[in-house]
């Protein structure tokens, strides 16, 4: 069974930054793809980032410029830094990585790590 688990989630004001980590219990080669959730009380959850198997990346467009999401292969992990962070960017941030098997898409999700962009 895979495991993700996030950290580096907090409280920070406005214009501030915060890197989180998404540690994979395999290699993140097995998975087609990476990517950043986020969910804000009352909204649906959005995609914010992800990065594919060969090191594409796509982002949302609200995230765009201020947001990088890269990953560490040797660590299994996968990273998001968010740069000039709004207070709109607060919500629960979901690691999520997806692979085919046969015709199946298997998802994988961690427990959530809070992002509180506050004066």
């Known amino acids: 069974q895979v495991q993700l688990v996030e950290s580096g989630g907090g409280l920070v004001q406005p214009g501030g930054s915060l890197r989180l980590s998404c540690a994979a219990s395999?290699?993140?080669?097995?998975?087609?793809?990476t990517n950043w959730y986020r969910q804000a009380p009352g909204k649906e959850r959005e995609l914010v980032a992800a990065?594919?198997?060969?090191?594409?990346?796509i982002y949302a467009d609200s995230v765009k410029g201020r947001f990088t999401i890269t990953r560490d292969n040797d660590k299994n992990t996968v990273y998001l830094q968010m740069n000039s962070l709004k207070p709109e960017d607060t919500a629960v941030y979901y690691c999520?990585?997806?692979?085919?098997?046969?015709?199946?898409?298997?998802?994988?999700w961690g427990q959530g790590t809070q992002v509180t962009v506050s004066s």
């Open positions: 990065v594919t198997s060969d090191g594409s990346t």
């Open positions: 395999r290699s993140i080669f097995r998975f087609n793809a």
């Open positions: 999520n990585s997806v692979r085919w098997v046969g015709i199946a898409l298997r998802h994988y």
